[in-house]
């Protein structure tokens, strides 16, 4: 198996492009971003951001999120019981939008990168291609993920111009906010090309030009 190393190709992580010829440390020729193989410190940069999103997670779950003071009182509201509320009140797209993007990507992602980071640290062969895929969903997924803060912002704003309430943003949206972010560093951080440090991919993780899984080869006795 060929690698870009050995073709002599290198990309720049910036904005992607793939140069012939280039070495380590010299600048790319669009963005000037100083081209390298690898990512540095990569596994420990991960691990790093990666038990800090954990550690953030119960908190930006149990503190409120968003603090509304009215006429009626103070109403203190974390992601949970604003999902709940959705639900009842029969905005059930509304509700599963808020669970998807506010608990259960967060969630996906901590458990992901964990799968990553511990696969890669062992230099495990188990299914590398769908480890790779699976960064790339990280990658996708990840500019939708402060869905909550913004919502939270817009509601601030616009319930102040009406002059009938009042809305604050609680400690709970900072440490989702904080969640966020450590995970998008995370996914920034962990570098795809030590997945294929391993090896070549197992046989039974093989496939064809059409991405269909092809069979191991089986030995027969006496052939």
């Known amino acids: 198996m060929v690698t870009a190393h050995d073709a002599g190709l290198l990309d720049c992580h910036r904005c992607a492009s793939v140069w012939e010829g280039a070495r380590p440390g010299e600048p790319c020729a669009l963005c000037g971003t100083r081209l390298r193989e690898r990512k540095p410190d990569s596994l420990r940069r991960t691990w790093a951001y990666l038990i800090a999103a954990a550690a953030l997670y119960l908190p930006a779950n149990l503190l409120p999120v968003m603090i509304t003071k009215s006429l009626l009182g103070t109403q203190q509201d974390t992601i949970l019981s604003g999902i709940i509320f959705f639900?009842?009140?029969?905005?059930?797209?509304?509700?599963?939008?808020?669970?998807?993007?506010?608990?259960?990507?967060?969630?996906f992602k901590l458990a992901a990168l964990a799968v990553l980071a511990v696969t890669t640290q062992r230099r495990s062969r188990w299914r590398q291609r769908?480890?790779?895929?699976?960064?790339?969903?990280?990658?996708?997924i990840g500019r939708w993920s402060m869905l909550d803060v913004f919502v939270v912002a817009l509601l601030a704003g616009l319930v102040r111009i009406q002059g009938f309430a009042v809305v604050q943003a609680g400690l709970g949206i900072g440490a989702f906010g904080a969640v966020v972010v450590l995970t998008m560093l995370a996914s920034l951080s962990f570098d795809?090309?030590?997945?294929?440090?391993?090896g070549p991919?197992?046989?039974e993780?093989?496939?064809?030009?059409?991405?269909?899984?092809?069979?191991?080869?089986?030995?027969?006795?006496?052939?």
Request: hydrophobic residues 50%; proline residues 10%; charged residues 20%.
């Open 205 to 223: 993780d093989a496939v064809d030009d059409q991405g269909a899984a092809v069979p191991a080869p089986v030995s027969k006795a006496g052939a």
């Open 130 to 140: 769908e480890r790779a895929r699976l960064y790339h969903v990280l990658e996708f």
């Open 87 to 107: 639900w009842i009140s029969g905005s059930y797209g509304l509700a599963a939008l808020i669970f998807t993007a506010s608990f259960l990507v967060p969630l």
């Open 201 to 203: 991919p197992e046989p």
């Open 192 to 198: 795809p090309r030590l997945i294929w440090d391993a």
